[in-house]
Every structure is written in structure tokens, then in C-alpha cells.
């Protein structure tokens, strides 16, 4: 079993930055791919990055490429989304999770943090 915690959201202004933390605990952090997502209202949870155990590979979602960053210290057990020129439109609650593949949606992630509210005012 593993357990996610995520930190960091908050309200900020268009063209800000913002730092999210998702900490684990349980099983062995670097056993695990870790991926972000999003949610916002009315709409589903949509893939925003992903790093795999060792941090050698990433992959990210068209809309955040270039702006976002994902990051990881295993010896921290957490896993960071560096948000840069933040938009209006990545307003939503993020969530942290974790696999033991990485991979690219949604679906087949084995854990889930209980999500953190980024709000982006124009």
C-alpha cells in the first residue's frame, strides 16, 4: 500500500508559477512510475506528466509541454510539478499517483493522493 499527499496548490495570477509536492509513504518510492493529473469541473481527469522510477524518462501532455516540469527525489519519497505561465484554463484539482508501468492515461494506476486545487485568475 501506498500512501500520496499533495501540496503546493493555491490561487495565482495568469502567467504565474507553481510549485506541487506529492509525498508517499508505504512501499518503496522508487519501486514506482509517478504521474500527474488534472480535473476540472464538468470535465474528466486528464493526464498531465509522468516520470519514470529513475527519472530518465518523461512524457507530457501537449497543453502543459514546455511550461510544466516534472520532477522526483527518491530519497524524499516525493514527486514535484514545477508550473510555469500558468493559464486560466489549468485551473483544476491535481492529483498525484502512482504505478508500478508508466504510461500515459488514466487508467491502470495502482495508487491516488486525495488532490490539491490549483486556481488560475485571468
Known amino acids: 500500500q501506498v500512501q500520496l499527499v499533495e501540496s503546493g496548490g493555491g490561487l495565482v495570477q495568469a502567467g504565474g508559477s507553481l510549485r506541487l509536492s506529492c509525498a508517499a509513504s508505504g512501499r518503496t518510492f522508487s519501486s514506482y512510475a509517478m504521474g500527474w493529473f488534472r480535473q476540472a469541473p464538468g470535465k474528466e481527469r486528464e493526464f498531465v506528466a509522468v516520470?519514470?522510477?529513475?527519472?530518465?524518462?518523461?512524457y507530457y501532455a501537449d497543453s502543459v509541454k514546455g511550461r510544466f516540469t516534472i520532477s522526483r527525489d527518491n530519497a524524499k519519497s516525493t514527486v514535484y510539478l514545477q508550473m510555469n505561465s500558468l493559464k486560466p484554463e489549468d485551473t483544476a484539482t491535481y492529483y498525484c499517483a502512482a504505478s508500478y508501468a508508466i504510461q500515459t492515461t488514466t487508467a491502470g494506476w495502482d495508487y491516488w493522493g486525495q488532490g490539491t486545487q490549483v486556481t488560475v485568475s485571468s
Open positions: 516520470i519514470s522510477r529513475r527519472s530518465s524518462t518523461t
